[in-house]
């Protein structure tokens, strides 16, 4: 399986601020890559798709960008309702596998 | 709107079964790829299986054998068979609808049900 790995773990910021998530594949996966938010007891929300493509309804200040192995996840301007935990998810091969997660937590 | 919601969860000893369903709304079940995705106390996020609206199925390897995936078209609803459980399937069970492209992302996810393996 193709193994997903995230940096940070834990990411403190402050709201304002521009933080940026990474996100490396084992293997080249293209741009086959998803990003989800999920919040404390809570579904996963789809951020992204295909690296970078924006899902319908989903703030501005998140984008994806990357190909290959590296990928990132960008929030532009942190607001109060963002913290939550990010993961990646790769989409190449069966089977899927996620990041282990971001924790996005407030300073 | 679309909306899923899982049922079926619970309490089970190591080496039993459970049938956990997924009742969709919104959206036609035999006409989409749909997935299940599980979450441990604590942990990320782990794909467990998905069938292709043309009935096509994968498991992830430590559920093969062990986990079946199923619809009922006439009651709109997903299944995961889970048998022979271990407690290392303890989590919360989600159903998603998948897109896909080579294999899947998910883009409309249920609330969840939760199954404890435990003597």
């Known amino acids: 399986d193709i193994q997903m790995t995230q940096s940070p773990s834990t990411l403190s910021a402050s709201v304002g601020d521009r933080v940026t998530i990474t996100c490396r594949a084992s293997?080249?996966?293209?741009?086959?890559l998803a990003w989800y938010q999920q919040k404390p007891g809570k579904a996963p929300n789809l951020l992204i798709s295909k690296a970078s493509s924006l899902e319908s309804g989903v703030p501005s200040r998140f984008s994806g960008s990357g190909s290959g192995t590296e990928f990132t996840l960008t929030i532009s301007s942190l607001q109060p309702d963002d913290f939550a935990t990010y993961y990646c998810q790769q989409y190449k091969s069966y089977g899927i596998t996620f990041g282990q997660g971001t924790r996005l937590e407030i300073k | 709107e679309v909306q899923l919601v899982e049922t079926g969860g619970g309490l089970i000893q190591p080496g039993g079964s459970l049938r956990l369903s997924c009742a969709a709304s919104?959206?036609?079940?035999?006409?989409?790829?749909m997935s299940w995705v599980r979450q441990a106390p604590g942990k990320g996020l782990e794909w467990v299986s998905l069938i292709y609206s043309g009935g096509s199925t994968y498991y992830e390897d430590s559920v093969k054998g062990r986990f079946t995936i199923s619809r009922d078209n006439s009651k709109n609803t997903l299944y995961l068979q889970m048998n022979s459980l271990r407690v290392e399937d303890t989590a919360v069970y989600y159903c998603a609808r998948a897109k896909i492209t080579l294999a899947g992302f998910f883009d409309y996810w249920g609330q969840g049900t939760r199954v404890t393996v435990s003597s």
């Open positions: 293997q080249t996966i293209s741009s086959w």
């Open positions: 919104g959206l036609t079940v035999s006409s989409n790829h």
